[in-house]
Each structure stands twice: as C-alpha cells, then as structure tokens.
C-alpha cells in the first residue's frame, strides 16, 4: 500500500491477523481477548465515573470482549450489570471462560429484547463485532432501539452493533456511540459515512498483536505526506515545465464556475491556465480573469453545443490536464459537446459538475477514454451515473464510488464530509473535517487543484488524493483567517491553496 495512506483493516484483513497472531505467534485468543476487554473497561471506566455500567453482550467473541470489560469494572468498584443473549453453551470457549470468572450475580440470560428501563448509567455495547453484515435481528434489534432511545451515554465494543466494518454501511437499527473502543488498529467502517457518524470518538486500544502482523489492505485514511509528491519548482522552471490546465465551461450565470477552477489550478502550482468559453461570454471572463487566458467558441454563443466540439479538441492538443464541467449548464446540445469533448481528448481529465450530469448513465463515453479520466461526483452526481437515488449512494457510499470507477474506468472522488478516493481497487479516505467547506463553488475549487496536479506529473489516484487533502487544508487555514468557519467563500479558499501545499516537516 501507498506510504501516504494510513491503513485500516476491513473484517478479513482483521481476522487475518488475529489469525496469525494466534496460529503463528502463538498468541493465546484468550489472552487477546483478555487485552481487548481490558482496554474497553479502561475506555468505559473514563465516562462512568460515579455511574453504574450496563454491558450488554452477544454471543460471539465480542460479547467474549464485553464479558472480561464487566469483569474489570467491577474489580475496579463500578455497579456493573451483564445482560447476556446466549446461555453458557451458546458462547465460544474464551467467552465460556470468561463468563465464569465474572463475580456471581452479575450476569442475566434474555431471550428477548431488552427494555430502556433494564439500561442505566453508561451502556458498553458488546453485542455485534466487525464480522457483522446485513440487519440486525431480534432480540438484538429491539435492544439496540432501546439503547437508542434510553439516551445513555454508549461505549461500543470494535464497532457499534449494526455498523459493517469494511464498508461504512449501516443498518437504520445500528447503536449510535458516544465512543468506539477499537482493537489493534482502526477499521474502514470506523472512517465512511454513514457508519462513522455512529462511531462518536474512537480510541485505539492495542491487545498485543506485533507489530509485523498481516498489514491492511482495505485502504486508509489520506496522510499528509501524499503532498510530498508534488514536485517542487527548480531554477530552471518555466510554466510549460509546471502544466497547463484547460479549463471547458461556462454558461450565461454560471461564469464564476470557470474562474475559481481556473484561479485554483494555479494557486495549486499549474504553469498556467487556460479558459475554453462560450464566445457570447468571453469579454465576460476577459474582465474577470487576470492570469488566465480565455478562448471563446462559437461567436455569440452563451452556451457550448456539439458543433463547436472539434475546435475546442484541438483547442487542448498539448494541454496537461483538462478540467471539463465548470459552470458548462444542463442543455442538450452541451451534452453533445461534453461527450465528443471526453472522447477526443488524450489528455488527463477532471470531469465535474454539470458535466457529470450531461454524461448520465452512459458510463462507457468514459471507459472508452485512453488518458486518465478523474470524475469528481457529490452523492446526486454519482447516482445519475449509476442509475440509483442520492439516498442509495449515501447509504453505500464506498460500494458505489467503487461501482462508479469501474464502470467509467476512473479515478473517482465521492466528495462528502468522508470523501472518498478510488480506482476501483485502492481505497484513500479524507479523514480531515473542513466545514468550512459547505459553501458554493468549493467544488470547482477542487477540480481546479485536481487539474493542477495532474499538470504537475501525479497519476490520477495521487493527483485526486493530493487534492482531496489540499483542499480540506486550505478550507481550514481560510477559516482561521476569515475567523469564522460560516463565513469562508471559495475565493478564501483558493487564497489558502500555497500554504496548504505544504508537506509536513521530514
């Protein structure tokens, strides 16, 4: 995996390495869970403090972890009561074990859900581990609609029961955390919505497995050092050496589009850049535009339409990279532009925005593209590509930037609070909060920095993780000077871009 990606486990890879530790370090699994348990009663111990403890317990290896938790908090003094839904022969061997060490009287059997008036003071949820996919069933279902609705403050063992740990999905039955107590190393569920929004704060807790353990292979989450792929300016630099970037766009009342994907591409290190506009428009962008150069197409034209497709092609022979979609408009005859647009030019391209949509669900105009093609969708953009409803995509957010990518035989950017980076098989997660960005025209400010970096000589995967990155960055340093995250504006945001460049020291 990249050195620039921090990486999580999916459930397998997890279970590999509980394996491992297991069968080839001779790792005791009780020991493991003994580790585990221990760290999640120390994690629950810090929110309970002068409160009893609720643990409720499955019958798999979790509920093992929530058994030796309740076994330490009250040796340590907590009030603390089990509710089990298995009875002693349903459970594994080490959750056998450790049932039987728990002090008498603590522990009780049920067969149905339980109740909100059986929870008290903090609720460690045990229940459902990372091995967990599909729908929670009763009795646990309407446990979890207890635990929901009791408004205790909820400690999860590994995951929130009714969480998927390799995909981020949720079931609408899921546990909603206060905290996440997570085992060895954190899992993808732990970084992509909807699930990560479950999580509440995840802590880490090692159970002693070494270091040299089978290494994730799920993806992980964006390091900063993915900036120190940027190549740096030399002496002898000059702005052919730096990339141009062609941006294709613009419509009547949708100019301001190209000009904050065109100002970005250069504030995020392009050469320069250029502006293939409407012809109508053009004196428009001319007065807007200070370092770009602008091109119009098709005289008096307000909008692009097919016919005007094979100059502008020829337009970008000798481009870099190419951002297509900024501002460009809905009509039908732009649809036609877009898709002969796509299809001639060999250079790396951005495709974003109206664009996306003007594509639909006709995923092959894409895959049949021979340069790098990066598609830059929020959640409505990549259901039009996909065929499905924004709640879909939301719902499965890292199975549809997936489907999308090998579909369009892309790098895809599912843009969200969890942005997500793929190539269909390498996953790269945006784990920096940026707020600051939920304002108009943020987008085209990313597809500017996408377009710089593929100028700047990064692949498509890199160029689009670097950006993700950038842009979050310079979101938060816009917000710090602006003073407020509420009021940043995109034009703050391209301001920031230079020092959110910056790789970390060493």
């Known amino acids: 995996m990249e050195s620039w990606i921090d990486p999580v486990y999916d459930a397998a890879g997890m279970a590999a390495a509980d ?246 591409s250069i504030r995020a290190g392009a050469g320069y850049a250029t502006a293939a506009v409407p012809g109508g428009l053009e004196d428009v962008f001319e007065a807007k535009l200070t370092e770009v150069m602008t091109k119009g197409f098709g005289e008096g034209a307000t909008a692009f339409e097919g016919a005007q497709a094979p100059s502008i092609v020829e337009h970008l022979q000798g481009a870099a990279s190419v951002v297509l979609g900024s501002g460009i408009g809905r009509a039908a005859a732009t649809g036609d532009l877009v898709r002969e647009v796509i299809s001639g030019a060999e250079s790396p391209m951005v495709v974003d925005a109206d664009a996306l949509t003007l594509i639909g669900s006709d995923a092959g105009t894409l895959k049949s593209r021979e340069g790098t093609t990066v598609l830059t969708p929020h959640d409505g953009e990549a259901g039009r590509l996909l065929g499905q409803e924004s709640a879909e995509i939301a719902a499965h957010r890292l199975a549809s930037a997936k489907e999308l990518s090998n579909r369009a035989g892309a790098v895809v950017v599912l843009k969200g609070d969890d942005t997500i980076v793929t190539d269909g098989t390498r996953v790269a997660v945006n784990t920096l909060p940026a707020p600051s960005l939920a304002t108009a025209g943020t987008g085209d400010v990313l597809a500017g920095i996408v377009g710089a970096f593929l100028a700047r000589g990064l692949d498509g995967f890199e160029a689009a993780a670097a950006a993700v990155l950038a842009h979050a960055a310079a979101g938060e340093i816009a917000a710090v000077e602006v003073g407020n995250r509420d009021g940043v504006i995109a034009t703050d945001v391209i301001r920031a871009i230079p020092r959110a460049m910056i790789p970390p020291a060493g």
Do not use: Y
């Not at 899921?174 to 479950?198: C, D, M, Y």
């Open 19 to 264: 394996r491992w530790a297991i069968e080839e370090k001779g790792i005791p699994s009780l020991e493991l869970m003994e580790a585990a348990g221990r760290g999640l009663a120390r994690c629950t111990s810090e929110l309970a403090v002068g409160r009893p403890v609720t643990v409720v317990c499955g019958k798999g290896n979790n509920g093992g972890d929530g058994l030796v938790a309740a076994r330490h908090l009250a040796e340590s003094g907590f009030d603390v009561r089990v509710i089990l839904f298995s009875d002693r022969e349903g459970l594994s061997p080490d959750s056998q074990a450790n049932l039987d060490r728990l002090p008498q009287g603590i522990a009780e059997i049920h067969n149905g859900p339980v109740p909100v008036s059986s929870l008290e003071g903090v609720v460690i949820d045990a229940m459902l581990g990372t091995g967990f996919d599909g729908e929670p069933r009763d009795p646990l279902a309407g446990t979890i609609q207890s635990i929901n609705d009791s408004g205790l403050p909820v400690v999860a063992s590994d995951v929130p029961s009714g969480v998927n740990a390799s995909t981020g999905e949720a079931s609408e039955k899921a546990v909603r955390a206060e905290r996440t107590a997570t085992f060895h190393q954190r899992k993808l569920g732990h970084l992509i919505a909807p699930a990560k929004h479950l999580c509440g704060v995840v802590e880490v807790i090692p159970i002693g497995i070494p270091p040299e353990a089978p290494a994730p292979e799920a993806g992980g989450a964006i390091r900063p050092s993915v900036l120190g792929l940027l190549p740096r300016r030399s002496a002898d630099s000059n702005k052919f050496t730096s990339g141009r970037v062609s941006i294709v766009g613009g419509s009547r009342g949708l100019t301001g589009a190209v000009c904050l994907a065109a100002e970005a």
